[in-house]
């Protein structure tokens, strides 16, 4: 998977339901750590046998944005 910690492999997929994101615990080839990113942060690496050539670089940032459904306002006013 492309990161925004760079290239990894995905290990582990985490799913919370229907009202979160999915998170995908990726180990970072270069440096061995171990990450969980928002589906929203990570793309699917080059695969030729699929003809997926060159996959966007997840975009920068991404990682401020709070999948918390109490940080929407319309939702945190609701209760």
Known sequence: MNTPKG????HVLID???E???YWTVIITKSGEIWTFSNREVR??????LGRV???????????????????PSIKAAR
């Open 7 to 10: 290239e990894g492999f995905a």
């Open 16 to 18: 919370y339901g229907p």
């Open 20 to 22: 979160s994101d999915l």
């Open 44 to 49: 699917a690496s080059k695969n030729i046998t």
């Open 54 to 72: 060159s996959p966007e670089e997840p975009p920068p940032g991404e990682a401020d944005v709070s999948t918390n459904p109490l940080s929407i």
